[in-house]
């Protein structure tokens, strides 16, 4: 018998269309807003199963990456990719679209699906809905994209047109596919920074009824600006019932602008690729971490931070570490981060609870945004 799923509105905020939500899912509940770490092959970056456990609420991994090593068999014979890494919480799986960005991979595409080469094997093998959503189902994630088509950042309004055709085709192809009962399936919205193309395609993903959707093609490095004409031009045609995710943002003002939208799920190396690089995340900003003005503090990266790495290390000696380029200190870093992605998704519900969301909101942009400008890049993120 399959367990039961959905998702249900519990608070919604007065003064934006922030709420907190109930996703219920095959392996437990979880509270909306929530950020997922992204474990691309079943594992981070310099940080595994047993710190993702003490962590973080959920992760996302790549079903595409994952089907090519170690392989959907190994995975189905575990029973799940749950067990497979022995992580028991909510886990969602992309489908691989995002691939089409990386050269490494990406060979060609047509009505039918995606071309890519295995960079593994150096074969060329063709991508699906059919396929995917075999793979997904066989992985076992709790919730999984469709396959999508993402036109890469500068191409023309005829190249995001037919990425939008695409998307459309295979997102009802998916949807005839999908036959897992207690398995989310989400639809993904495409349209590049049209905001004509963006509604086009919020409508048709929409009138599908998947179970939860998505808006994918953003954070592949347009300027901020052109980020929100995307996603703004996106969220008037979605349903207000339905879970909404957001693929590929993860910086802490872009998160809480983008729950104010009524966003409630988001995955992101952002926050760990930053932190092997010496970017801590604070609730006071970033930190540079790497600067020499904290060659001899005795602080932990944030006073009061519950994270192992708070708890038992210096801001000097994980600069140490980071400066000799220790493996150690970047795994030091990534938790950290990783732990304060989810202590702000926390102080998120708990601000739209208490009413105080619009300053919890506005402080973290200030934090955040000092030294920023509206149209900088968002850079491209690597993590599927």
């Known amino acids: 018998m399959s367990k039961k799923i959905g998702f249900k509105i519990v608070k919604e905020d007065k003064e934006s269309k922030a709420r907190i939500g109930k996703l219920i899912t095959a392996h437990g509940t979880v509270e909306t807003p929530y950020f997922m770490s ?24 790549n079903a595409l990456i994952l089907s090519l090593r170690p392989g959907v068999d190994v995975i189905k014979s575990f029973g799940s990719i749950h067990k497979f890494m022995n992580f028991n919480k909510p886990i969602f799986t992309d489908c691989g679209g995002f691939q089409m960005l990386r050269d490494s991979f990406m060979h060609d595409r047509s009505k039918n699906g995606i071309q890519f080469n295995d960079p593994f094997s150096g074969q060329k093998f063709l991508l699906t809905p059919e396929k995917i959503m075999k793979i997904e189902e066989d992985i076992g994630a709790d919730c999984v994209m469709m396959l999508d088509d993402v036109a890469s950042y500068g191409s023309s309004k005829a190249e995001y047109e037919r990425s939008v055709e695409n998307t459309h085709k295979w997102g009802s192809d998916s949807r005839k596919y999908h036959t897992k009962k207690d398995q989310f399936l989400y639809g993904i919205v495409q349209g590049g920074f049209y905001p004509d193309l963006r509604k086009k395609s919020a409508e048709y993903i929409n009138s599908l009824n998947f179970d939860g959707l998505a808006i994918g093609g953003v954070a592949i490095g347009e300027t901020r600006e052109e980020m929100y004409v995307a996603i703004k031009s996106s969220i008037p045609y979605l349903d207000v019932k339905k879970p909404k995710h957001l693929l590929g943002v993860g910086s802490p003002d872009d998160i809480v602008e983008c729950v104010a939208l009524g966003l409630d799920t988001f995955d992101s190396v952002f926050p760990t690729q930053t932190a092997r690089h010496g970017t801590m995340f604070t609730f006071e900003g970033r930190i540079d971490i790497l600067s020499a003005k904290y060659k001899f503090d005795k602080n932990p990266i944030e006073k009061g931070c519950k994270c192992y790495t708070c708890k038992n290390h210096s801001r000097a000696y994980i600069r140490h570490l980071l400066k000799l380029g220790e493996a150690e200190g970047k795994r030091y870093a990534t938790i950290h981060n990783t732990y304060f992605m989810n202590e702000l998704m926390r102080r998120i519900r708990k601000s739209i609870r208490n009413g105080t969301f619009k300053h919890f909101r506005k402080s973290i942009v200030n934090a955040y945004r000092r030294n920023t400008n509206p149209k900088q890049l968002i850079g491209i993120n690597v993590k599927h």
């Open 38 to 61: 992204v474990a691309t092959k079943a594992v981070g970056k310099f940080i595994g199963p047993d710190s993702y456990n003490e962590v973080c609420d959920g992760l996302i991994c």
